[in-house]
């Protein structure tokens, strides 16, 4: 059977090669450092209190892209619910075959393709009780689509080797919506994850946008600092089935390092 552990490997470490070769180019990056607050409560996570910091990484390069990011997540103890901590983060390198093929792979709205990779790692602790992590590696095909009003937009289908649950696959869709009102200026950017149903969990849907004002602009730092919302609707959360559908909104804050 294809272990999808050694083939992520294998194409990060080809990836690692590709960026260090003479004719690698970075077109553009960006590092921030968010913070999140939940005013409603999570599914599973039911804690009244929970902060939320992510760190991300997003580059692009005529080689493909990367993107990287890091949740810490901070539940406080309360009448119904032990504190927890866990640390998520996802690693998802992409290949251009334009730039493997040396030959632009351009047709209508797809801009190019991708060989998809996604590493996601989580470590959990709830007040020393319980305790529980997993490596996942999902390995597919991507493309990016010109979307006319979209600054970004792209899909990407993985086949996952689940460490904890069976084995299943996986659609993402990616997003940014730059727009304005009056003089003010406004990011709508986010994604959707479907997961499809294996013998021991069902099927998940997850829609996670993100609304943010470019606060930054009035001090003199245009989109360095952005304030707004984060709304995370999740049916069958972690595949789940049952259970009640996510539906949270979060205040958060952005800076742009």
Partial sequence: MLNLKHVFAGLVASASFVTTSVNAEMFWSDNS??????????QVT?????????????SGHNWGDVFFFVDRLDAKAD??????????????????LSYLSDSKLE??????????????HSTLDVSGVFSQSFDNYLVGVGADF?????????????????????NDQQLTIVWGYPFSIGSADFMLDGYIDWSAAADDHAADFHFNPQLRMDVGKYF?????????????????????????????????VKVHL
């Avoid at 450092?33 to 999570?42: A, D, F, G, P, V």
């Avoid at 039911?46 to 997003?58: F, Q, S």
């Avoid at 990407?156 to 904890?164: G, M, T």
């Fill in 146 to 166: 010109a979307v006319p009003g979209f600054a970004y937009f792209n899909a990407n289908i993985y086949q996952a080797n689940n460490e904890l649950t069976d």
């Fill in 79 to 96: 009448i119904n619910n032990l504190a927890s901590k866990e640390t998520y983060s996802e690693l998802s390198p992409r290949l251009s």
């Fill in 220 to 252: 003199g730092v245009p989109k360095k600092f952005e304030a707004g919302i984060e709304y995370s609707y999740w049916h069958n959360k972690f595949g789940i089935p049952g259970i009640d559908n996510e539906s949270t909104l979060n205040w958060m």
């Fill in 107 to 120: 047709y209508g709205f797809v801009k190019d393709v991708f060989i998809a990779t996604t590493w996601e």
């Fill in 46 to 58: 039911e804690n009244d209190d929970v902060n939320v910091i992510t760190i991300e990484h997003a």
């Fill in 33 to 42: 450092i968010s913070l999140l607050k939940n005013q409603n409560q999570y």
